[in-house]
């Protein structure tokens, strides 16, 4: 398996844009995270997806934010707008409980900046 | 509720010198552990888990951890550093299949 795939890696955007990250998980996972890390706050567990279905947003900041998991296959994280203080890496990540696996995979990450 | 705490935002060490950094936990039920490494620019990789059995665990690029219950402890030692360790590393614990992070220490390694 090519692992947890994240697009974009960069992504440079102006303020009130409208921003739109992706995800692909590891085939055969059925949960999904999405975090945030910044200097300040570290590792943030923003929200997370167990078969599809989102269990708990409540690391979302604000309403600008939200995601979807319309399958087993994909998932997106989307800011709209976007203001400077969303600047930060933001990574994916899958994990499975079967055999007894518990740890989660890990995207490369889309490094996002807000101007 | 599930918790962890890193002490140390910052370790410096000599090549060649034991590395120890130090992780705590809290965990309303037995905890899964976990130790992840970040390169720059990088995702986060699996250094070594700790889930039931052995409270020794041992993990790649000579890496190793001890669960200690008593003391709600996962500190990761390694007994020679070299440069290539210098890096990020997460502790994380898993009570309820979320994992939960600690801050991160930054391992500086100085020749």
């Known amino acids: 398996d090519a692992g947890v795939i994240q697009s974009p890696r960069h992504e440079v955007t102006e303020m009130g844009q409208e921003v739109t990250l992706r995800c692909k998980p590891i085939?055969?996972?059925?949960?999904l995270f999405w975090y945030r890390q910044t200097m300040m706050r570290g590792l943030e567990l923003l929200i997370y997806?167990?078969?599809?279905?989102?269990?708990?947003d409540s690391g979302m900041p604000e309403d600008r934010f939200s995601a979807k998991m319309p399958n087993a296959s994909f998932s997106t994280l989307k800011i709209q707008p976007s203001e400077p203080r969303d600047s930060a890496v933001y990574f994916c990540?899958?994990?499975?409980?079967?055999?007894?696996?518990?740890?989660?995979?890990f995207g490369q990450g889309t490094r996002l900046t807000v101007v | 509720a599930q918790s962890v705490t890193q002490l140390g935002s910052h370790v410096s060490v000599s090549e060649g010198a034991l590395v120890l950094l130090r992780c705590n936990y809290s965990?309303?039920?037995?905890?899964?552990l976990f130790w992840y490494v970040q390169y720059p620019n990088q995702g986060l990789q699996l250094l070594l888990k700790?889930?039931?059995?052995?409270?020794l665990v041992k993990g790649i690029n000579g890496f190793e951890a001890e669960f200690k219950k008593s003391e709600t402890s996962f500190h990761l030692t390694k007994p020679s550093a070299h440069m290539s360790d210098a890096a990020e590393y997460f502790c994380a614990v898993t009570g309820s299949y979320i994992p939960t992070f600690g801050r991160g220490t930054s391992l500086i390694v100085h020749p």
């Open positions: 997806f167990n078969n599809n279905v989102p269990i708990d």
């Open positions: 700790y889930t039931t059995g052995a409270t």
């Open positions: 990540a899958s994990s499975t409980l079967i055999r007894g696996n518990t740890e989660a995979f």
């Open positions: 965990s309303s039920v037995p905890p899964y």
């Open positions: 085939s055969g996972h059925d949960y």
